[in-house]
């Protein structure tokens, strides 16, 4: 299983980017998948997260009413679309997937519950 995060770039506070996470070798069915990230001398936390039964939709505090994680019909990609960018959003991103379906929902913000982690892609915020 491969995970290929793409969509990151140079924007302007208050803008806006779309970032696309696909899946080869396995559809996200099933999948609990996370996005987090990870700014220059920060530790990785977590941003969202697709719970693989039901959908429900999960965010860190820093990014709730700005940002919305979707999933395509085909269970291919998950989106992470993020409005009203400010510069502490600067970090690179990184999607995330476990097919683990032991994973408590206490711990779908805990990036040792994921198993398969794609490239990382660079957002860049300036002021």
């Known amino acids: 299983v491969q995970l290929q995060a793409s969509g990151g770039g140079l924007m302007q506070t208050g803008g806006s980017l779309r970032l696309s996470c696909a899946a080869s070798?396995?559809?996200?069915?099933?999948?609990?998948i996370g996005w987090f990230r990870q700014a220059p001398g920060k530790e990785r936390e977590f941003v969202s997260a697709?719970?693989?039964?039901?959908?429900?939709?999960y965010y860190s505090d820093s990014v709730k009413g700005r940002f919305a994680m979707s999933r395509d019909s085909n269970q291919n990609t998950v989106y992470l679309q993020m409005n009203s960018l400010r510069p502490d959003d600067t970090a690179v991103y990184y999607c995330?997937?476990?097919?683990?379906?032991?994973?408590?929902?206490?711990?779908?913000?805990?990036?040792?519950?994921?198993?398969?982690w794609g490239q990382g892609t660079l957002v860049t915020v300036s002021s």
């Open positions: 995330a997937a476990s097919w683990n379906p032991n994973i408590m929902l206490s711990r779908i913000r805990e990036p040792d519950s994921y198993h398969y």
């Open positions: 070798g396995r559809t996200f069915r099933n999948a609990d």
């Open positions: 697709i719970r693989r039964t039901g959908g429900t939709l």
